[in-house]
Nanobody, 115 residues
Framework: QLKLVESGGGSVQPGESLRLSCAASGFTLDNYAVKWFRQAPGNEREGVLCISKSGGSTNYAESLKGRFTISKGNTKNTVYLQMNSLKPEDTAVYYC????????WGRGTQVTVSS
């Protein structure tokens, strides 16, 4: 079974950092483009960052530029989302997505930023 699992979410105060992980099972994640999405309560799901098979990244929100970074782990089945200088508006469920010809979604990990 093809599966993606997110982890690393939690509750933090504004200005703190978190690193989210996206781990694949049933396939090698390093062979595909991977994109992080997020969905805040009551809002549409939005794209955050995408990393290509070659390692290049694409930003989907200017407000995140300089704060969020996507990268590949030492293993071939893990992609990270490093989130620095977190703000309350970053509060959302974060999902990873893989392009295997059909959509593969993780179940999401909750990130809560509050004072």
């Amino acid at each position: 079974q093809l599966k993606l699992v997110e982890s690393g979410g939690g509750s933090v105060q504004p200005g703190e950092s978190l690193r989210l992980s996206c781990a694949a099972s049933g396939f090698t994640l390093d062979n595909y483009a991977v994109k992080w999405f997020r969905q805040a309560p009551g809002n549409e799901r939005e794209g955050v960052l995408c990393i290509s098979k070659s390692g290049g990244s694409t930003n989907y929100a200017e407000s995140l530029k300089g704060r969020f970074t996507i990268s590949k782990g030492n293993t071939k089945n893990t992609v990270y989302l490093q989130m620095n200088s977190l703000k309350p508006e970053d509060t959302a469920v974060y999902y990873c997505w893989g392009n295997l010809g059909s959509d593969i979604w993780g179940r999401g990990t909750q990130v809560t930023v509050s004072s």
